[in-house]
């Protein structure tokens, strides 16, 4: 994800998998349909970035993720018009799919934000996440106390950076969180942390866990077969 995304923006998380039979398929016909693909990610990239990411070694549900965000939905469904026309898109299932807005959110933090180190993250942590309703029957004040302690933990782990996007109304869970790292075991830790304080009681569901490893799409393509 990008750090200029801006308040307001759609952010749509598309995970594919690509069917076994591709890879029985003609040597040439798999790299002219991959390289098709690619061509219609990158041709579809300046108007509403995408960004793409394996996960052929981290789930066996799901090969690859495109994340894309834009200030309006047009472009998604542009995107997968664009995609559906492809020959790729005969062997290629769509197991997961969020959609999401990006907010401010009501809590203070309570101290600085972790510090952008740079732009682009080696990997990205993802998951749909849905609070229980007695999270909402709480007064502002005890809840603000609750994710204060979230983001004091957080602040501990200044390497890591979170992505919180919205879909209330807009899609089945509640939250899409996502956290950008180089070193996912520096997550699990923040994770265990996490673990331990009150506000965590409140939430419903937070699966299925994406770790989503950051590559063009053309090497992510070729992670497949």
């Avoid at 799919?97 to 203070?108: C, D, F, I, N, P």
């Avoid at 950076?161 to 209330?168: A, C, L, R, V």
């Avoid at 089945?172 to 996490?194: A, C, H, K």
Wanted: charged share 30%; glycine share 6%.
């Amino acid at each position: 994800m990008s750090p200029s995304l801006l308040e307001g923006e759609y952010s749509k998380l598309n995970f594919y998998k690509l069917d076994r039979s591709w890879r029985q398929l003609p040597e040439e016909e798999k790299q002219a349909s991959k390289q098709e693909f690619a061509s219609v990610i990158s041709e579809i990239g300046p108007e509403s970035p995408i960004t793409a990411y394996d996960l052929t070694g981290t789930r066996g549900d799901t090969d690859f993720m495109l994340a894309q965000s834009s200030m309006d939905m047009d472009p998604f469904d542009e995107t997968a018009r664009r995609i559906n026309h492809t020959h790729l898109a005969g062997y290629l299932d769509q197991t997961y799919s969020y959609l999401a807005v990006r907010r401010v959110t009501q809590y203070k933090h309570g101290g600085a934000e972790p510090a952008d180190l740079k732009d682009a993250y080696k990997y990205f942590i993802v998951y749909p996440m849905v609070k229980k309703r007695e999270w909402y029957q709480l007064d502002q004040e005890t809840r603000q106390k609750m994710m204060g302690d979230h983001f004091k933990i957080g602040h501990k782990y200044p390497t890591i950076k979170i992505n919180t996007t919205y879909s209330f109304g807009l899609d089945d869970q509640e939250f899409v969180v996502g956290f950008e790292t180089d070193e996912p075991r520096e997550f699990v830790s923040l994770v265990m942390e996490l673990r331990e304080i009150p506000g965590g009681f409140y939430t419903e569901s937070e699966t299925p866990i994406f770790a989503c490893v950051r590559k063009p799409i053309e090497e992510a393509l070729d992670a497949i077969g």
